[in-house]
Nanobody
Framework: QVRLVESGGGLVQAGGSLRLSCAAS????????MGWFRQAPGKEREFVAA????????NYADSVKGRFTISRENAKNMVYLQMNSLKPEDTAVYYC????????????????????WGQGTQVTVSS
């Protein structure tokens, strides 16, 4: 049974930082690209960042480039999202997702590419 469990969300002031973590179990983690998506109230779930199975390829939404960094530790079955210079418009529920891609180095930006999803963690940025 595949499980993705996000943590690290919370309330932070604009300009602050948070680090989200996602712990994966029940899958061969190094076969999967990992992605972060977010969903604000009344809006569609949108792509934030993705990293290939090896960590050698990453993609970011334009809205977070230069502020967010995705990384992974395959030995620990973990993926992270470091979020700096947070803005009120970053407020959303953040989800991690897994996309079986090995040996491709794809780091997909489309949510339909992803096979498994976590339950999400709330990030609230106050102005």
């Amino acid at each position: 049974q595949v499980r993705l469990v996000e943590s690290g969300g919370g309330l932070v002031q604009a300009g602050g930082s948070l680090r989200l973590s996602c712990a994966a179990s029940g899958l061969t983690f190094s076969w999967y690209a990992m992605g972060w998506f977010r969903q604000a109230p009344g809006k569609e779930r949108e792509f934030v960042a993705a990293i290939s199975w090896s960590g050698g390829s990453t993609n970011y939404a334009d809205s977070v480039k230069g502020r967010f960094t995705i990384s992974r530790e395959n030995a620990k079955n973990m993926v992270y999202l470091q979020m700096n210079s947070l803005k009120p418009e970053d407020t959303a529920v953040y989800y991690c997702a897994a996309d079986r891609t090995y040996p491709s180095r794809r780091a997909a930006t489309e949510k339909n590419e992803y096979d498994y999803w976590g339950q999400g963690t709330q990030v609230t940025v106050s102005s």
